[in-house]
């Protein structure tokens, strides 16, 4: 770890060393670590950042904003066929948080670590009148030339997502206007279930080999389904249309939406599912979904990519959607 | 880069899009970069983040911050004997940096990327509510086992610095109070070298060559000279003697401690020298002395490393000093 004094390092040693284990983390004593990428594979790197208040509530227990840092980062390795090799931490901690809460947040780092096979290789620890903030870099590897691009669809193929859409934003939305009738249709396990959905991300690692063996292109879905896939659309040069009942929605989503259709929207264009969006060609498919059923994942078709540009959204009559908001900005 | 929408995207493309010519940085169109390690080497990592406020002024202008979050990361690699391949960066921006400000930040990126050979591969731009925080995350290369390790340090070999230490400690000093009467003995350029030493750091990637080749350990000295080397003595398992009056200074910090002694405290304890501590075997001291002179950077014998624990700093008559701080905290 870098910069800082003695109470610093004190405060390293107590909190972060007994979870990085990796050798080449050398214990957290040096000034960088060394890592080894197996022989004839490349790395894939991955950086994200987060900051209370704008990418999670600063009143989130502290283990579950250390997940969603590590998940949020581990899902893009995953969407790029990536196998991972350890992450670097910086946090940048506010007068108000206190040691209880660092240790919770490095005991969430470190159960993922251990989980996602994604050890702790070092990072840095500061201080910051401001928000508590969290920057993680995610290195992993990928055969040499084997890294799933995101422009790199074609027109003709299937647009496939995994496991189901929305859940995190419907969490978000409880959270932030409970009342509304779709949750208030909703029981407390029903309720829980988004809820959790929105802090604990699922990084789809399962599945990063059958990416790199049958997707022609891939990301995570972070910012919303509708506005992700229009971005991987227009890099990609092609075009979409998605069939909005096909879109895999867990049993509480769709209940949810039974009682207050309007929630449709949040789920097609909510952020933070954090599924793999692929797009693959027919010959392909049935192997990949095999892959994507047997990691315990899954996987649904819901649209095709077209020649031309844009992307349509449409309902159960054919007719085109819109969206309020095409997909979840931060600015 | 990461997460966000739109106008996010746009903002990254016209901001760093120019400076991330790295084919693996993929343009930043993409979730992750990719990157190949040189047969037989392996990486050595690093990452450090600094907030406004607490790792430099605010009112610094953007390009010198980013310098200076660049160089802090590379004096890591340099010190580590390795050889930078790329960076990461993320951002957290405050509501009131305009896109000026940004447009500078990413050019003094650009700048150093093109000048240290660490291009931009990739990283993450968001907003916050707090100051502006930078964090970098560095990767360079090193032979297989070749890192060179701040643990390593024997008994019985000589502790060396390179180029001239306090000057940067010495800036930031005259930035608090000008009026100090080192100070007031100074030229205006002598303020100027003084100013420009803690607002842009050099990372002495000429001499990793000559680290890895005859450097039992090394750091560099981010912390304060007399902290870092009692560091690097502990992590080691010995002990060390400097000679104060054989620590390299630049004429312009001679001058300023001729006028005002108590200076000499903050050019042994204050941080920001990013030059690179390292203890050196007898039979080794010769040809690294040559490698960094031949470097244009120069090195300094200012010590022996001991059997025992603990760093005595003598003054010319050999009295021991002590000093009110070890090193520099930002805790």
């Given at each position: 770890m870098g910069a800082g004094g003695s109470g610093e390092d004190q405060l390293i040693a107590r909190l972060f060393e007994p979870i990085?284990?990796?050798?080449?983390?050398?214990g957290l004593k040096d000034d960088a670590a060394f890592l080894d990428v197996p022989a004839g594979h490349q790395l894939v790197l991955t950086k994200d950042a987060l900051v209370a208040g704008v990418?999670?509530?600063?009143?989130?227990?502290p283990a579950s904003i250390a997940r969603k840092a590590m998940r949020v980062n581990l899902s893009d390795l995953a969407a790029k066929g990536a196998e991972p090799l350890g992450v670097l931490l910086a946090i940048a901690i506010p007068p108000e948080m206190g040691v209880e809460a660092l240790e919770a947040f490095a005991s969430g780092i470190g159960d993922d670590a251990l989980l996602f096979g994604a050890p702790l290789l070092g990072g840095d620890m500061v201080r910051t009148p401001g928000p508590f903030t969290v920057s993680i870099t995610a290195l992993g590897a990928v055969p040499v030339g084997g890294m799933v691009r995101r422009t790199t669809a074609e027109a003709g193929q299937a647009i496939v997502v995994t496991g189901t859409i929305g859940d995190a934003a419907l969490g978000l939305e409880l959270r932030l206007n409970p009342e509304r009738p779709g949750f208030r249709a909703l029981s407390e396990e029903q309720r829980s279930f988004l809820a959790d959905r929105y802090l604990n991300p699922r990084p789809r690692l399962g599945i990063a080999g059958a990416l790199r063996m049958h997707a022609g292109a891939a990301m995570d879905v972070s910012d919303g389904l509708a506005g992700d896939l229009a971005k991987m659309l227009v890099a990609s040069g092609v075009a979409g249309e998605v069939q909005a009942d096909r879109v895999p929605l867990s049993p509480t989503a769709r209940a949810a939406i039974a009682a207050e259709p309007a929630l449709m929207e949040n789920a097609l264009?909510?952020?933070?599912?954090?599924e793999v969006l692929a797009v693959i060609a027919d010959v392909h498919l049935d192997a990949f979904g095999a892959a994507a059923t047997a990691a315990g994942i899954g996987a649904t078709e819901i649209g095709r990519t077209l020649e031309g540009e844009g992307l349509v959204v449409r309902d159960a009559t054919g007719a085109a959607l819109s969206f309020a908001r095409g997909s979840f900005s931060h600015f």
């Open positions: 990085a284990r990796h050798p080449g983390a050398l990418h999670f509530f600063a009143e989130d227990p264009t909510g952020g933070d599912d954090y």
